[in-house]
């Protein structure tokens, strides 16, 4: 018999899961000690923990149809109330307009009960629904389910869609024990793999298995045999704040079909290059021919625009103009499909990707260098940088160059500024389109720098009670917050929020300035009255701080994903307080300098006493966008100090003298 040449053979290191020869969790093997388990002792606070699972994916070829088999089986224990929500299972099968179609056979799932007889799940207890034109979902709930109950499924699920064999997830929500995966690859089928997450598999093996894949007519294939076990995976816990997507962080092997050879020597390739990508996107319909429409719009725009002879101001004029041309139409979703750029200019209505475009069409047109930036938002998940995904794709801005200077823009946000992307699109990096000299990887770190300036005059009545004026400055990102959270709100309204925020807050009046000019820090102006001490006797505790963080936003004991907050954050603090001459200040807070490792940040804080005026001085500065698991209990601790720190009390002892000044 003939055999495919070796050479197509790729050992892609995907992770693939086999049961092993032993089989030691066979369906219906429950043991006492599962149905006796109370508490998962790697995490106590487990609501339920998987024991054992395992997935294995084979190409079958039956009767001269190729298609992908994967099989899926897992034993989850419930440990208490909370757990059972996991007793619900999803499959997405896929469907395609061909009317192809995924499919799930052999689902079998059974509930155990300490002391009962198990409970079979019925098929009239599975349901299909609809989710779109491509995808539907196959739900089940176990029967008799309670916390105690130890749950078994498995299923088959075969396709058509090569491009879907998706790999295996090994960690969840809920804690695993023990999870394997294990695949059977033709070696005329080629697939690159990514392998994504913190954790560390336990085994990592590849192996030949000769003649294994029949092609018809004589012909085999050897094939790749893989085995990958994950063990004692800890549950990804997403409940804090400062994340992206927990795909980026999640440990799973992920397949991506990239050729399959065939028999006469011909293949079909899934997975391009950047080279190509490229060459196709340059005289893509929607993509780089929307680009010659710098002829149509250097007729179009003001004249005005185009004989600025200051290069920045032109570049910002235009970029303001395009940003008050467009309203941003929420319709159109798709970066890469409909895309008229004409089209939406007269009609003053485009989509993200229509308003960047005509941007960079606008610019070009000014003969700027102006490029197209392909960006994934944060909630998509990072772009796969070894070979052309455009799925991953989700965003398009724009790149400007000015005498070395790089500048990214968007113009569909009417609250940004300059050189800032909207902070969805802050995923660390993105693919500049350069049809000339080839792609590359940007870093999408914000240059612009972010901060919050408060500072405040306030006078202490006898009563405890501050009166007096304060200011806040914001710029950049947090301007861009402030703005659009007053933009659906009226004054009133809004004060009201602010009222609502802390209870013992009145604004007695209020001004802003640049609410409409966003090349500016924006400010407000306010005149307050808050009842900011209490008293025992003739004793006063005094908090100096107007405003401050209630919660620390990190309360895990070990987070195993980064802190990503975007960008830079500065923030000052400044108050002054008049005591009045009948009180005497007993006590003031200690002065307090913490640092975190490797310059990442400071939190400052001093506290002066001259007379009876108080004079207090906060600084808080994180330097990194993104912080390491490593550095998880340093920032930890980080806000706790602030937090001790805001919560600090000056101690005043009120007597029955007033003095009076001559």
Known sequence: ???????????????????????????????????????????????????YEHGNTTVQNVNNSVFLRTTVYRKIKILNKEGEKHATVKIYIYNDKNKSKEKVKKIRAVTHNLNEPITNLKSKQIFTKTINSSWKEVTFTFPNVKPGSVLEYKYTLESKFFFNFSGWTFQSDIPKIHSEFHALIPGNWRYNRSFKGLINLSTNKATLKKHCFSLGHGTTADCEELTYIMKDIPAFIEEEKYSTTKNNYISKIKFELAEIFYTDGTSKQYTTTWKETDKRLKYDESIGKQLKSSSFLSKNLPNDLLIIEDKMSQCKSIYKYIQNHFSLNNDKVSIFKDVDVK??????????????????????????????????????????????????????ATHLTINDQTYLLDASDDYLSFDMLPFKALNSYGRVLDFENGSYWFSTTPKIKTFEKISAKLKMNEDGTLIGNVKETYNGYFSKFKKELIKDKSEEEYLIYLENKNKNLEIISYTNEELDNHENPFIENFEIEIQAAESIGNNFYLNPFIEKYTKNPFQLKQRNYPVNFGFKISEHYTVQIDIPSNFIIKTIPKNIAFTLPNNGGLFIANFKQEENKITVFTKIKLNQTIYKTNDYQYLKEFFNEIIKTQNSLITLEKTNTVETKS
Do not use: W
Request: charged share 25%; net charge positive.
């Open 343 to 396: 089209k939406a200019y007269k009609e003053k209505l485009g989509s993200i990707s229509e308003i960047n475009l005509a941007l960079i069409s606008a610019l070009k047109a000014a003969d700027f260098d102006a490029k197209i930036i392909l960006l994934a938002t944060r909630d998509r998940g990072f772009p796969t940088k070894i070979h052309p995904i455009m799925t991953d794709f989700n965003y398009l």
């Open 1 to 51: 018999m003939k055999k495919i040449s070796t050479l197509f053979l790729l050992f892609v290191t995907t992770l693939i899961l086999s049961q092993s020869n032993k089989k030691p969790y066979t369906f219906d093997n429950v043991n006492i000690d599962m149905l006796k388990m109370k508490v998962y002792e790697k995490d106590t606070t487990a609501n339920a923990v998987v024991i």
